[in-house]
């Protein structure tokens, strides 16, 4: 499952598109400094988009992962048929890492493969976020069945958001299982990198 992704967006191209979406972000933290990272990985900080008290909405940066049980992080989470009322957030990505079993003969290394929305030049995907002992906040990707895109990589994927989804989810205007779907038939692109 996703345990890599990058993330290149500056912070106005994040305000104009959030803005374009009818969302205002906040910085209550103070506007971040979004370095420009080809990977982001499990346990590192990256930014995310969050509710904040009394109904703002912020940009923030926070952990990727929360200790679960034994202290694996957990960095994916099912979404099937939950709903979560509480601590939605979204995470700021250009892309995700898929990685599959070497095509090669006597490769030794995974293949690692690149995903990409189709037609957008950055996405957001849904998350949680919560309050972790001795971390802080962290947050978590979602994740759903694999639309056809990712069924030939994987069998799951990371629930990726549409621009018109975006106030919904943040707000809980609208179903969680109706809002987290696999994307259709040519919604992602994907590219070989390694």
């Known amino acids: 499952?996703?345990?890599?992704?990058?993330?290149?967006?500056?912070?106005?191209?994040?305000?104009?598109?959030?803005?374009?979406?009818?969302?205002?972000?906040?910085?209550?933290e103070g506007t971040p400094n979004l370095e420009a990272r080809d990977s982001i990985r499990i346990t590192e900080t990256a930014p995310i988009v969050r509710g904040?008290?009394?109904?703002?909405?912020?940009?923030?940066?926070?952990?990727?992962?929360?200790?679960?049980?034994?202290?694996?992080?957990?960095?994916?989470?099912?979404?099937?048929?939950?709903?979560?009322?509480?601590?939605?957030?979204?995470i700021v990505a250009d892309g995700f890492y898929e990685f599959t079993?070497?095509?090669?003969?006597?490769?030794?290394?995974?293949?690692?493969w690149r995903f990409t929305l189709a037609g957008e030049p950055w996405f957001c995907i849904a998350g949680l976020w919560r309050a972790v002992p001795e971390l802080g906040e962290a947050f978590t990707m979602l994740t759903t069945a694999p639309g056809p895109d990712i069924a030939p990589y994987h069998d799951r994927q990371v629930a990726v958001l549409r621009r018109a989804d975006w106030a919904a989810w943040l707000g809980g205007l609208a179903s969680a299982k109706a809002l987290l779907q696999p994307l259709p038939a040519g919604s992602l692109m994907v590219e070989r990198v390694g």
Do not use: H
């Open 52 to 90: 904040s008290e009394g109904g703002a909405v912020d940009l923030v940066q926070r952990r990727w992962s929360w200790p679960g049980p034994g202290g694996r992080p957990v960095y994916n989470f099912r979404s099937d048929n939950r709903e979560f009322p509480g601590g939605r957030c979204l």
């Open 101 to 112: 079993d070497p095509a090669e003969p006597g490769k030794k290394r995974k293949d690692k």
């Open 1 to 28: 499952m996703c345990n890599e992704y990058s993330s290149k967006v500056d912070v106005a191209t994040v305000n104009a598109d959030f803005a374009a979406a009818g969302i205002a972000l906040g910085a209550s």
